[in-house]
């Protein structure tokens, strides 16, 4: 039976939407995952992909699993408490969905970017400044508005015909390229997620 990720991004466009499925696609394909991959849905806002998800789950034909920003820090407990607690969200697991069903970029996608300096080097050129960045080691803990602030410093500076960060299109180029290796030794939330991929499916 296949896998089917709902994936928070992606946006209303067309276009934004198959960047995003395409930036999922290559993250995967480099963690392994080639020949076994699942199935990308871009559901643009959080909600609609929780939504879409349990929509999944309740029609049964495929493995349903969903990804989304964890947005808060995200301390102890599985990724539905998490998303049950928290402010704006107060989903409920829903029934047959296991802790495996679910998983949180934790705390924004662009978390994951700062796991491989290297690679947003590459992709920006001249100019950018990785000094710039959030220091610390442990994405996890690092604030959803450090990552985007560092992000945006570290990109205002380009000597190339590159545009400062933001939300869109390249995002999901800069997740094509990241090395997944990078972004699982130091993000537990990403290693749990790409360890269910490469089982086959949930487990729990």
């Not at 697991?93 to 998983?103: E, F, L």
């Not at 990109?155 to 869109?168: A, C, E, F, I, V």
Request: aromatic share 8%.
């Amino acid at each position: 039976m296949s896998i089917k990720l709902y994936v928070e991004g992606g946006g209303d466009s067309k276009a934004l939407t198959t960047d995003c499925r395409r930036g999922f696609r290559k993250f995967f394909e480099k963690a392994g995952l080639a020949g076994r991959m699942p199935r990308i849905r871009a559901c643009g806002d959080r909600r609609n992909a929780y939504d879409d998800f349990k929509t999944a789950l309740k029609n049964g034909g495929e493995v349903p699993i969903l990804l989304v920003d964890a947005e808060d820090p995200f301390t102890a407990g599985s990724s539905w408490e998490h998303l049950r607690n928290r402010v704006g969200d107060g989903w409920d697991r829903p029934d047959g969905a296991s802790n495996d069903h679910c998983h949180l970029m934790v705390q924004v996608m662009e978390s994951w970017f700062l796991a491989d300096r290297s690679a947003l080097e590459s992709f920006y050129g001249q100019g950018f400044q990785p000094s710039a960045l959030p220091p610390n080691p442990r994405l996890e803990q690092v604030r959803k508005a450090d990552v985007l602030r560092g992000l945006a410093r570290a990109t205002r500076s380009l000597k190339t015909k590159k545009k400062p960060y933001r939300k869109g299109s390249d995002s999901f180029e800069i997740l094509g390229r990241i090395d997944p290796s990078r972004v699982e030794s130091v993000a537990p939330s990403a290693k749990l997620l790409l360890d269910v991929l490469r089982a086959g499916g949930p487990t729990s």
